[in-house]
């Protein structure tokens, strides 16, 4: 069974993987003064009640004080067992062409990795990711990284505006009863489903024009944790993979330590 971690700036998600296949998963918070015991802890409690062995490790982190943590996290409770941190220098037999390639998140690039393992059908990719920032990444329809976009998260965009406007307050994020909404509650809820449905629908669109392809000519995928917010409302998403990057991983560390 493979420990697959991955270290977001808001949330951690955790799972253990059999082959490709998510057995179990979590989603904590992620908190960057949590020590290595700590976090060793917080694993434990979460696997009470699962008895399989865990024979790999796959990490990867965009928070560095955290990655520091978990790196000996790997050294302290896993050393029997291989672990890897995927970081710059690191296989994934994904070609970044960006400017400068050691600048992506490396979360991104196993997005990628696991996008064109599942729904590679010879055309390119496009994942949205919804997290502390939603996140475009385009995949060619050979395997190569080649850009993408990052826009304020959902969360995030809702946080600032609610701080910066004295009389907003926190709503719940569902589906008004209208577009034209008719109080205040409803008006949050409209601005947010819809604008950030249609940002994603406005910016999957050009994506795939510049592309030379047109939506029809592309696969489209959703991530992330607040995905399901506004997956009804996005026209341009067609899959829904929640474990997209806990499989990437598995790929990864495949890649890295083959059996």
Same mark, same amino acid.
């Given at each position: 069974?493979?420990?697959?971690?991955?270290?977001?700036?808001?949330?951690?998600?955790?799972?253990?993987?059999?082959?490709?296949?998510?057995?179990?998963?979590?989603?904590?918070?992620?908190?960057?003064?949590?020590?290595?015991?700590?976090?060793?802890?917080?694993?434990?409690?979460?696997?009470?009640?699962?008895?399989?062995?865990?024979?790999?490790?796959?990490?990867?982190?965009?928070?560095?004080?955290?990655?520091?943590?978990?790196?000996?996290?790997?050294?302290?409770?896993?050393?029997?067992?291989?672990?890897?941190?995927?970081?710059?220098?690191?296989?994934?037999?994904?070609?970044?062409?960006?400017?400068?390639?050691?600048?992506?998140?490396? +979360?991104? #690039? =196993?997005?990628?990795? *696991? %996008?064109?393992?599942?729904? &590679?059908?010879?055309?390119?990719?496009? $994942?949205?990711?919804?997290?502390?920032?939603?996140?475009?990444?385009?995949?060619?329809?050979?395997?190569?990284?080649?850009?993408?976009?990052?826009?304020?998260?959902?969360?995030?965009?809702?946080?600032?505006?609610?701080?910066?406007?004295?009389?907003?307050?926190?709503?719940?994020?569902?589906?008004?009863?209208?577009?034209?909404?008719?109080?205040?509650?409803?008006?949050?809820?409209?601005?947010?489903?819809?604008?950030?449905?249609?940002?994603? +629908?406005? #910016? =999957?669109?050009?994506? *795939? %024009?510049?592309?030379?392809? &047109?939506?029809?000519?592309?696969?489209? $995928?959703?991530?992330?944790?607040?995905?399901?917010?506004?997956?009804?409302?996005?026209?341009?998403?067609?899959?829904?993979?929640?474990?997209?990057?806990?499989?990437?991983?598995?790929?990864?560390?495949?890649?890295?330590?083959?059996?």
């Amino acid at each position: 069974m493979l420990l697959a971690i991955d270290v977001g700036n808001t949330e951690t998600v955790i799972g253990l993987l059999d082959g490709l296949e998510v057995r179990h998963h979590w989603r904590v918070a992620t908190v960057p003064s949590r020590t290595t015991d700590e976090f060793m802890a917080l694993l434990r409690g979460l696997f009470a009640g699962t008895d399989e062995p865990i024979d790999g490790v796959a990490i990867c982190s965009t928070v560095p004080v955290v990655q520091r943590q978990v790196r000996w996290l790997t050294e302290r409770y896993f050393a029997d067992v291989p672990a890897l941190l995927v970081e710059p220098g690191v296989k994934t037999g994904v070609p970044i062409l960006m400017d400068n390639p050691r600048e992506v998140g490396t +979360d991104r #690039i =196993v997005n990628a990795l *696991a %996008a064109m393992h599942k729904y &590679g059908t010879g055309r390119p990719c496009i $994942i949205v990711d919804f997290g502390t920032a939603t996140t475009f990444d385009v995949v060619s329809a050979r395997g190569e990284y080649i850009g993408g976009a990052i826009a304020p998260g959902i969360d995030v965009s809702l946080e600032a505006l609610r701080n910066a406007a004295a009389q907003l307050r926190r709503v719940e994020l569902v589906r008004p009863r209208s577009v034209i909404a008719k109080n205040t509650v409803e008006a949050l809820q409209s601005g947010a489903l819809y604008g950030f449905s249609a940002q994603v +629908d406005g #910016i =999957v669109t050009r994506m *795939a %024009a510049e592309l030379g392809v &047109g939506i029809d000519g592309v696969t489209v $995928i959703g991530t992330g944790g607040l995905a399901p917010l506004v997956l009804d409302e996005a026209a341009t998403i067609e899959f829904h993979e929640p474990w997209l990057t806990l499989m990437g991983l598995r790929l990864v560390f495949d890649r890295n330590h083959p059996a």
